[in-house]
């Protein structure tokens, strides 16, 4: 059979012909992706209804696969705003996790002492992430002392993951993970974002600022993907340094604009932008960048650095901003 005749009779989980079967040799991570791209396409209603039955397809014994597409479920929800749904698909990875990271440590073949310390260490560090989303969806949801909760047990699991790395003997290897290093951020971008909810914009403005630090002390936002540290499929999707430091970065600036600096808050996302236009101009960059140009200048001179804003993004390629980012 002729392959792009078969892809396209299947059209992976839409299932155009009522007669066609995925191939058995097709991974469930293209089956999640197909899943996760029909929220994109026309048919953005069925996304999170093909997605509950690939998971009810994929086996039971398969944890890591069944958190990712749990993962996947959160991130459609709260896009959509549907926050109860979010929440219970991220207390489904939580209960997933003590099983994915043992499968994903165990797949290194180490020693059953080392094993377990890292599966500890790791469970309570994915542990850490998710409930810090949590407390995020929380804070959407206008549910502050919610928030405060979760926010603060995610805090004391941090407390028992660095506890672990100082008596675990693979301490090295566990710090260099991904996942770890990004965690103090974390910290102290739950603290900013329940202070910024609370608008006590100063001491947001600290915390940001401290959990920019953080990130700049490596001064490498480029993940370093080794094939002997490749443990499978990811479990819940941390995201990358560089997301986290230009998110940081630009929240700052909005606390300077609502303590009404707004010099300080166009300089440093100008700044932000010189450092790397193609990993830090973002549609959420430009989108404030813009509004403060707006704000701070008259017509004539706020539409120039606009269009020439426009122009760097052009010149580097970023074809995904679109021109209402630039507020034109």
């Given at each position: 059979t002729d392959l792009a005749t078969e892809v396209e009779r299947w059209n992976f989980l839409t299932q155009n012909d009522a007669t066609a079967q995925s191939p058995d040799w097709l991974p469930w991570s293209l089956h999640i992706l197909a899943g996760q791209a029909l929220e994109y396409a026309e048919e953005a209603v069925r996304a999170t209804d093909i997605l509950y039955q690939l998971r009810e397809r994929i086996p039971s014994t398969e944890h890591v696969w069944l958190a990712s597409v749990d993962n996947a479920l959160a991130n459609i929800f709260l896009r959509r705003g549907e926050f109860r749904l979010a929440m219970a698909s991220l207390d489904r990875i939580i209960c997933?996790?003590?099983?994915?990271?043992?499968?994903?440590?165990?797949?290194?073949?180490?020693?059953?002492?080392?094993?377990?310390?890292?599966?500890?260490?790791?469970?309570?560090?994915?542990?850490?992430?998710?409930?810090?989303?949590?407390?995020?969806?929380?804070?959407?949801?206008?549910?502050?002392?919610?928030?405060?909760?979760?926010?603060?047990?995610?805090?004391?699991?941090?407390?028992?993951?660095?506890?672990?790395?100082?008596?675990?003997?693979?301490?090295?290897?566990?710090?260099?993970?991904?996942?770890?290093?990004?965690?103090?951020?974390?910290?102290?971008?739950?603290?900013?974002?329940?202070?910024?909810?609370?608008?006590?914009?100063?001491?947001?403005?600290?915390?940001?600022?401290?959990?920019?630090?953080?990130?700049?002390?490596?001064?490498?936002?480029?993940?370093?993907y080794k094939v002997q540290d490749w443990l499978g499929p990811g479990i819940a999707g941390n995201q990358p340094a560089s997301t986290l430091y230009c998110e940081s970065v630009n929240n700052i600036a909005l606390c300077h604009l609502y303590m009404c600096n707004m010099t300080e808050a166009v300089d440093l996302l100008e700044g932000l932008i010189r450092e790397d236009p193609s990993a830090f101009l973002t549609e959420r960059v430009a989108f404030n960048l813009c509004t403060l140009y707006e704000l701070g200048s008259d017509i004539p001179t706020g539409l120039r650095k606009k269009k020439i804003l426009q122009l760097i993004a052009k010149r580097f390629c970023l074809h995904d901003i679109g021109p209402e980012s630039f507020r034109v």
């Open positions: 997933l996790l003590p099983e994915a990271v043992k499968t994903q440590v165990v797949n290194t073949q180490r020693p059953d002492s080392e094993t377990e310390r890292m599966v500890d260490a790791l469970t309570k560090a994915y542990t850490c992430e998710i409930l810090s989303r949590q407390g995020r969806t929380f804070l959407e949801a206008g549910a502050l002392f919610e928030a405060a909760e979760v926010f603060e047990s995610a805090k004391g699991f941090w407390v028992e993951v660095e506890s672990l790395l100082n008596l675990t003997p693979q301490v090295g290897e566990l710090v260099s993970h991904d996942l770890i290093k990004v965690l103090p951020c974390h910290m102290e971008i739950n603290e900013a974002l329940f202070y910024f909810a609370k608008s006590h914009y100063d001491h947001a403005l600290q915390s940001f600022n401290k959990a920019a630090e953080i990130l700049r002390k490596d001064n490498n936002f480029q993940n370093q």
